[in-house]
């Protein structure tokens, strides 16, 4: 574990393995500590930089909400990764990580050489549903408040967005879940939820480096918005993992690590990758 300071907020990094940097990044509720598998998987050819975004884990929640604005948000995992000794890596973000990750590449273009977005998004495209979603992530930021963590992830496991999953792996992922605060998690909603977040849709094509969207089979909204992504992005694949959800690096780990040291074999052999190709593992 290492805390480095960004500024004032202290941001907890796992740095494990050797060779190119990836950066990944956690979904709401989550950790770095989730993201094991992938870090034993990656760990023998590329060194993983795991962080614990702002109010999760074992970073800082301040009260503040300018702390948690994506922009803000984004220049201190930009400066964290530095900080750790990487001027340029690949962002492997999984939801809210991969919005993130996504964000990372618009606004700070030179910190990124390649994106991994696993069942992200560019965010919503028009004001109406930005501003519902708003009402939506308030809602849920004040039932954080007034319930507490742990009643929280009790509600947050149950959605259907999460009904893939099986029990064992609730309840492996339930720890990390829950050291996140009250404050962290209210606020993370408000400050850098999929309404709070600049929409990308128009930025997409201006993304110049490899991208691999990863989506399970059967979360298929994002399916969706992975194609649309795909066919927009200059240099997209699209891998869509069979018998997936939401989280298919937790669900199908072995078939997503697969596809993830191919597509970083061929960045870092400098293989041309077919824009907007779309297959199934």
Same mark, same amino acid.
């Given at each position: 574990?290492?805390?480095?300071?960004?500024?004032?907020?202290?941001?907890?990094?796992?740095?494990?393995?050797?060779?190119?940097?990836?950066?990944?990044?956690?979904?709401?509720?989550?950790?770095?500590?989730?993201?094991?598998?992938?870090?034993?998987?990656?760990?023998?050819?590329?060194?993983?930089?795991?962080?614990?975004?702002?109010?999760?884990?074992?970073?800082?929640?301040?009260?503040?909400?300018?702390?948690?604005?994506?922009?803000?948000?984004?220049?201190?995992l930009v400066r964290a990764v530095r900080l750790a000794g990487y001027e340029r890596a690949t962002?492997?973000?999984?939801?809210?990580?991969?919005?993130?990750?996504?964000?990372?590449?618009?606004?700070?273009?030179?910190?990124?050489?390649?994106?991994?977005?696993?069942?992200?998004?560019?965010?919503?495209?028009?004001?109406?549903?930005?501003?519902?979603?708003?009402?939506?992530?308030? /809602? $849920?930021? #004040?039932?954080?408040? *007034?319930?507490? =963590?742990?009643?929280?992830?009790?509600?947050? &496991?149950?959605?259907?967005? +999460?009904?893939?999953?099986?029990?064992?792996?609730?309840?492996?992922?339930?720890?990390?879940?829950?050291?996140?605060?009250?404050?962290?998690?209210?606020?993370?909603?408000?400050?850098?939820?999929?309404?709070?977040?600049? /929409? $990308?849709? #128009?930025?997409?094509? *201006?993304?110049? =480096?490899?991208?691999?969207?990863?989506?399970? &089979?059967?979360?298929?909204? +994002?399916?969706?918005?992975?194609?649309?992504?795909?066919?927009?992005?200059?240099?997209?694949?699209?891998?869509?993992?069979?018998?997936?959800?939401?989280?298919?690096?937790?669900?199908?780990?072995?078939?997503?690590?697969?596809?993830?040291?191919?597509?970083?074999?061929?960045?870092?052999?400098?293989?041309?990758?077919?824009?907007?190709?779309?297959?199934?593992?």
């Amino acid at each position: 574990m290492t805390r480095v300071d960004v500024g004032g907020v202290f941001l907890n990094l796992e740095v494990a393995g050797s060779g190119p940097p990836v950066v990944l990044l956690h979904g709401f509720t989550g950790s770095a500590a989730g993201w094991r598998e992938t870090v034993e998987a990656l760990g023998t050819a590329y060194t993983t930089v795991a962080i614990d975004i702002i109010g999760h884990g074992k970073s800082d929640a301040p009260t503040a909400l300018d702390h948690y604005r994506m922009e803000q948000c984004v220049d201190d995992l930009v400066r964290a990764v530095r900080l750790a000794g990487y001027e340029r890596a690949t962002w492997f973000g999984y939801s809210m990580g991969a919005r993130t990750a996504l964000q990372v590449a618009a606004r700070r273009p030179e910190a990124v050489g390649a994106l991994i977005l696993e069942s992200g998004s560019p965010g919503l495209a028009t004001a109406e549903e930005r501003e519902a979603r708003v009402r939506s992530d308030e /809602a $849920l930021a #004040e039932r954080i408040e *007034r319930d507490g =963590v742990e009643a929280f992830v009790a509600y947050w &496991e149950a959605i259907p967005l +999460f009904s893939t999953q099986s029990v064992e792996l609730r309840d492996r992922l339930r720890p990390g879940r829950v050291a996140s605060t009250v404050t962290g998690l209210a606020h993370s909603l408000r400050g850098m939820g999929t309404g709070a977040q600049r /929409a $990308l849709h #128009e930025e997409l094509g *201006r993304v110049h =480096v490899p991208v691999l969207i990863v989506t399970g &089979e059967l979360d298929t909204k +994002f399916v969706e918005i992975g194609r649309e992504m795909a066919r927009v992005l200059p240099d997209a694949t699209m891998q869509v993992v069979e018998g997936a959800g939401h989280a298919a690096h937790l669900e199908r780990p072995q078939a997503v690590h697969s596809v993830i040291l191919d597509f970083l074999r061929g960045v870092h052999e400098s293989r041309g990758i077919a824009s907007g190709d779309t297959t199934r593992v």
